[in-house]
Nanobody, 114 residues
Framework: QVQLVESGGGLVQAGGSLRLSCAASGSIFSGSAMGWHRQGPGKKREWVATITWGGSTNYADSVKGRFTISRDNAKNTMYLQMNSLKPEDTAVYYC????????WGQGTQVTVSS
């Protein structure tokens, strides 16, 4: 099992930026893909982005061009750089890792004011 801890959430004005981090510990092995989901108020959880062990990335259309996912395998840490934030980006952001199963972090709140 892998433990994930997110950090970096907060309150920001529309147009601003935030950088989320997700630190992983436990049974991590090379090849593990990681990523982010989010759940806004009154909304279903939605996928945001994924990054493979080798660094290949995929993004939801709603964040493409504004968010950048990256990872440092030596530090077992993943990042989500969020630029040009919009009020509709307000959500709890959860990181995940795919090993033998899918493990999730506890979430970090991102609030974008208009």
């Amino acid at each position: 099992q892998v433990q994930l801890v997110e950090s970096g959430g907060g309150l920001v004005q529309a147009g601003g930026s935030l950088r989320l981090s997700c630190a992983a510990s436990g049974s991590i092995f090379s090849g593990s893909a990681m990523g982010w989901h989010r759940q806004g108020p009154g909304k279903k959880r939605e996928w945001v982005a994924t990054i493979t062990w080798g660094g290949s990335t995929n993004y939801a259309d709603s964040v493409k061009g504004r968010f950048t996912i990256s990872r440092d395998n030596a530090k077992n840490t993943m990042y989500l750089q969020m630029n040009s934030l919009k009020p509709e980006d307000t959500a709890v952001y959860y990181c995940f890792i795919i090993t033998h199963s899918v493990d999730w972090g506890q979430g970090t709140q991102v609030t974008v004011s208009s």
